[in-house]
């Protein structure tokens, strides 16, 4: 199991580049294969940055779920990621 990262963008967007630098800096950081993230750009999926609620690039998706609407800090970013990652590799026994 991982975790799902989406980072949307758009052509000629200068801050997008920035998102997708960010997020592959704190990726390989954070690694142990816990995450894997795609570019989505919403020219070819409009539709589903739509679903999500994406109304400006960049913007960053995690499981499903539009997380960010703007360019977040890498300090930002890893604390949301890591957080996401204890959450969905927490399973604790007691619970059925």
Do not use: H
Request: with cysteine; net charge positive.
């Amino acid at each position: 199991m991982t975790i799902k990262v989406e980072v949307f963008s758009a052509p000629g967007c200068t801050r997008c580049g920035q998102a997708k630098d960010t997020l592959r800096k704190v990726a390989e950081e954070i690694g142990g294969g816990r995450l894997t993230w795609r570019e989505v750009s919403v020219v070819d999926e409009l539709d589903y940055a739509v679903k999500l609620g994406v109304l400006s690039t960049p913007a960053i998706a995690v499981n499903g779920r539009l997380v960010f609407t703007a360019l977040p800090s890498a300090k930002k970013l890893r604390q949301t990621l890591e957080a996401e990652i204890r959450k969905t590799f927490s399973t604790p026994s007691s619970q059925k």
